[in-house]
Nanobody, 127 residues
Framework: VQLVESGGELVQAGGSLRLSCTASERTFGDYTIGWFRQAARKEREFVGSISWSGRSTYYADSVKGRFTIPRDNAMNMVSLQMDKLRPEDTAVYYC?????????????????????WGQGTQVTVSL
C-alpha cells in the first residue's frame, strides 16, 4: 500500500486545518495509521494514531484536545483534524501505516514500528 498526504498549507494561529492520508489499496482497513510530524532541526515526533477499526486512538499530550483522527475505510482515507493551531505545530506532517494490530499506546508512538510512510505535507502556523 502507498500513502499520500495532502492538505498542508499556511494558516494563522488559532485556526483549523484538515490533513488527509489516502491509501492506494482497499487493504487499507487492515492497517493502524499513525500521524507524525517533524519540525525544522528537530526529531520526528508522534502526533496520534488510530486503529484499523477506528475504535482506538492515541494522541500526544501536546495535541490532545485540539487534534482528532477521523477514519473512513470505505474511502481508504484517514484524516488529521487540527484545531486551535499554534505556531509550535509548524512542521512537516507524515502519515504512516503498520499492519501490527492490538498493541498499546506505547507501541504506536514509536515511528520505527511503522513500515509504510507517505511523503509528508508542510503545515505552517503563523502568528
Amino acid at each position: 500500500v502507498q500513502l499520500v498526504e495532502s492538505g498542508g498549507e499556511l494558516v494563522q494561529a488559532g485556526g483549523s486545518l484538515r490533513l488527509s492520508c489516502t491509501a492506494s489499496e482497499r487493504t487499507f482497513g487492515d492497517y493502524t495509521i499513525g500521524w507524525f510530524r517533524q519540525a525544522a532541526r528537530k526529531e520526528r515526533e508522534f502526533v496520534g494514531s488510530i486503529s484499523w477499526s477506528g475504535r482506538s486512538t492515541y494522541y500526544a499530550d501536546s495535541v490532545k484536545g485540539r487534534f482528532t483522527i477521523p477514519r473512513d475505510n470505505a474511502m481508504n482515507m484517514v484524516s488529521l483534524q487540527m484545531d486551535k493551531l499554534r505556531p509550535e505545530d509548524t512542521a512537516v506532517y507524515y502519515c504512516a501505516a503498520t499492519h501490527l494490530k492490538n498493541r498499546g499506546s506505547h507501541f504506536y508512538k514509536q515511528s520505527e514500528k511503522y513500515d509504510i510512510w507517505g511523503q509528508g505535507t508542510q503545515v505552517t502556523v503563523s502568528l
